[in-house]
C-alpha cells in the first residue's frame, strides 16, 4: 500500500513539474526574437571562408621510431 501512495505522489509530482515547465515563459534558452540572431551569426562565423582559413591549425602526426621502417 505504502508502495502504491509513494508511486502516486511520484507521478503527481512529475507530471506538475512538467506542466510548469511548458507554462512559464521565463524558461531555458533563448526567445524566439534572440534564437533567429543567434543562429545567424553561427551560420555567418562558421561559412566564412576566409574566417575559417586564419583560425585553422594543422596538427601533424608524430611518427615514433618503433612504429615506422620496415616490418
Known sequence: MKRLL???IGVLILV???AVGCVVEDGVGPT???G?????SCVTCHSDKDLLKQ???I??????EETSGEG
Request: glycine content about 4%; overall charge negative; hydrophobic content about 40%.
Open 36 to 40: 533567429e540572431g543567434v543562429v545567424s
Open 55 to 57: 583560425t585553422v591549425t
Open 16 to 18: 506538475t513539474i512538467v
Open 59 to 64: 596538427v601533424e602526426e608524430e611518427k615514433s
Open 6 to 8: 509513494f508511486a502516486v
Open 32 to 34: 524566439p526574437d534572440e
